[in-house]
């Protein structure tokens, strides 16, 4: 079963715009992941926040995470076509076998 | 090497059929991954590797499905006679550590079973 639950399922943006996509999950967690895919082949790591911190950013990238709601949000700042991409959203539940899950995904088009 | 590799990149079989994937990590991960994808849906946990050991093998979804790390280094994902089901994306993934560490995930191979 996918733990992580993104929505929207798909993003369309005009190229300059913000694009936030959110994650939603249901157990706690250790930390909760984004990830990028081009074309549904390898995953591109972007960041990694734990339960303990609410944000955190990389380049045009911003991490929020709500513990309280079991909820995370990916804010990508001043899109580019290039960032035409599907997201994920992985958390690392608290359990006996951690295992990264892995939502559905949302399917990003940045419009040049 | 400087990145995961899998190999073969696209693989098409015979329903019925062995197929071997092969997953080489970054030198010096102790943690492998493997998942399954199919096409519209986020990866599927499979198996997980610390060292040499299967520390979860929760996902495999049935005995036909066996994967091996013999020396904690590579990585060899084994299903036996191969179902038209068993077509997606395999993707491979390592790790330094556990999950508190970026994962790193391979190309992956496409698994097309006709």
């Known amino acids: 079963s996918q733990q992580g639950e993104e929505d929207p399922q798909a993003l369309s943006i005009q190229e300059g715009e913000n694009a936030t996509m959110n994650c939603s999950y249901k157990?706690?967690?250790?930390?909760l992941q984004w990830y990028r895919q081009n074309s549904g082949r390898g995953l591109v790591h972007l960041i990694l926040?734990?339960?303990?911190?609410r944000e955190k950013h990389s380049g045009r990238l911003r991490v929020t995470l709500d513990t309280s709601k079991k909820s995370s949000s990916l804010l990508i700042t001043a899109s580019r076509a290039a960032d035409t991409a599907s997201y994920f959203c992985?958390?690392?539940?608290?359990?006996?076998?951690?295992?990264?899950?892995f939502g559905k995904g949302i399917t990003l088009s940045v419009r040049p | 090497g400087a990145g995961v590799s899998q190999t073969p990149s696209n693989k098409v079989t015979e329903k019925g059929k062995y197929v071997e994937l092969r997953c080489d990590p970054i030198?010096?991960?102790?943690?492998l991954y493997w998942y399954r994808q199919s096409l519209g849906q986020g990866p599927e946990f499979l198996i997980y590797?610390?060292?040499?050991?299967?520390?979860?093998d929760s996902g495999l979804p049935n005995d036909r499905f066996f994967a091996v790390r013999p020396e904690g280094s590579v990585s060899t994902l084994k299903i036996q006679r191969t179902e038209r089901g068993d077509s997606a994306v395999y993707l491979c993934?390592?790790?330094?550590?556990?999950?508190?560490?970026?994962?790193?995930f391979g190309q992956g191979t496409r698994l097309t079973v006709v």
């Open positions: 926040i734990r339960s303990n911190e």
């Open positions: 157990t706690s967690i250790n930390n």
């Open positions: 030198s010096g991960h102790t943690a």
């Open positions: 590797f610390q060292g040499t050991g299967a520390a979860d």
């Open positions: 992985a958390t690392d539940y608290r359990g006996a076998n951690s295992k990264l899950t």
């Open positions: 993934a390592s790790s330094a550590d556990r999950w508190n560490t970026e994962a790193f």
